[in-house]
């Protein structure tokens, strides 16, 4: 077990922080997402432009929080975390400024990198503060970070009907907050590193290689992995097609934020509910898949917007803690490397990110936007099937 570094009040701190950078990480994820229909419409390339730009935004996960993840659990997470978020704003900068397709992709490749490494990063973080809370922490931070993603469309819609702001308006907001973000961080104290297993201290010198296999390659961290896929591919996919939904269904734009708010907002409650309590990490995890297979289900049935809006709010809540039970799940048996542990679930992420969006592309563009939810349904009942494999694994702390 890890010693503690900081006081209670520096742990309470470190939490706040990166809370509400989560907040602002949400606000940016929300805005992107509702306005991402009128850049593919800016950029001519249609409704399955949207599934193209959202797996475009899952290329740097699946290299880059696993390679800093590395590099963080070496010399630190502050400076991986900072530096990242500096990313994240000059990535802003050059998609609000995009004249062109190409310069937008390179925008998006450049502040998702920023992004989804300090969030991994972060979220690393809050799991080595406590190794009895670090769940809950994660789950707060979380809460936040939907909290935000709720908030995001509101505002935009917001500015947009009252100041007349365009599309690029999230990315400029989004610069300023970061900045400011990176700002304070800077004055925050972070943990150190968790220590390593005495066990691997002590035969590292004998087999580097072997202890690294032992520590990520076993059967607990595959399956989270492919339930990582799962749940990624869910939430990028839902996300971006919801508002293509609604108004296809019901051609109504002012429903479509609230469809996607009600979302966000269903996933900060869970989340937020989860940060209070001592739950049983594995049997959310199936309860959640199963629920979110249900709920999705339900919605291509409703009659009304308001009825689609309450179970979009559903839906959200069911996904709620499964991406922080998975992080923390992984942290907890990374053998002191939270960060590189973190950061193999980002690619699993980023894999679901990249093939689940593309295809549900595909079919709206083949077919309907409705079969596309369908396919997500479909996604749900695998990854409450996978889950059901984590029965015979334990929820234990690392041996010592």
């Known amino acids: 077990m890890s010693k503690k570094t900081l006081s209670k009040k520096q742990e309470l701190i470190v939490v706040i922080a ?19 229909a009128d850049i593919t419409s800016l950029f001519n390339i249609g409704t399955e432009g949207i599934g193209l730009l959202a797996s475009l935004q899952q290329i740097p996960p699946l290299f880059m929080p696993f390679l800093m993840g590395m590099v963080a659990d070496k010399i630190g997470k502050k400076p991986v975390v900072i530096g990242f978020i500096v990313i994240f704003a000059i990535g802003c900068i050059i998609c609000g400024n995009a004249t062109g397709l190409v310069m937008y992709i390179i925008g998006t490749l450049v502040y998702k990198s920023g992004s989804t490494v300090s969030e991994n990063i972060s ?9 009895d809370k670090g769940m809950q922490y994660i789950n707060l931070s979380q809460f936040m970070f939907s909290l935000g993603a709720a908030a995001g469309p509101i ?13 690029s308006f999230i990315f400029f907001a989004s610069t300023v907050f970061f900045i400011i973000m990176a700002l304070i961080l800077l004055l925050v104290k972070f943990p150190k590193n968790p220590e390593k297993p005495q066990s691997a201290v002590s035969n590292a010198s004998n087999d580097k290689a072997e202890k690294k296999d032992a520590a990520f390659i076993k059967p607990i961290m595959i399956v989270l992995a492919i339930s990582m896929f799962c749940i990624i591919g869910m939430e990028m996919g839902y996300g971006n097609f919801i508002a293509s939904f609604m108004d296809h269904k019901f051609s109504n734009d002012s429903a479509s ?5 009600a979302f966000w907002v ?7 509910l989860f940060s ?30 308001s009825s689609a809006v309450i179970v979009s709010g559903l839906v959200g809540f069911s996904y709620g803690p499964t991406w922080c039970t998975i992080n923390a799940l992984a942290a907890q ?8 542990a973190v950061g193999l679930m980002s690619v699993a992420s980023g894999v679901g990110g990249i093939v689940l969006p593309s295809v549900m592309g595909f079919i709206a563009g083949k077919g309907t936007v409705t079969a ?10 695998i990854g409450a099937c996978v889950c059901l494999t984590l029965k015979s694994h334990k929820e234990r702390k690392p041996e010592q």
């Open 18 to 36: 990166i809370s509400i950078y989560l907040f602002f990480i949400g606000v940016n994820r929300g805005g992107i997402q509702l306005v991402i």
């Open 123 to 131: 979220t690393a973080v809050l799991a080595d503060l406590d190794e």
């Open 155 to 167: 505002a935009l819609e917001f500015c947009s009907s009252h100041f007349g702001t365009g599309w």
């Open 257 to 261: 934020a609230a469809t996607l708010s």
């Open 266 to 272: 269903g996933m900060a409650v869970s989340r937020l």
């Open 276 to 305: 209070f309590v001592d739950y049983n990490a594995v049997r959310s995890l199936k309860i959640g898949f199963a629920s979110a297979a249900i709920f999705m289900a339900l919605l291509t049935f409703v009659r009304s917007p």
């Open 333 to 340: 048996n990374s053998e002191g490397n939270s960060g590189t």
């Open 372 to 381: 596309a939810i369908w396919a997500l349904v479909v996604l749900s009942a």
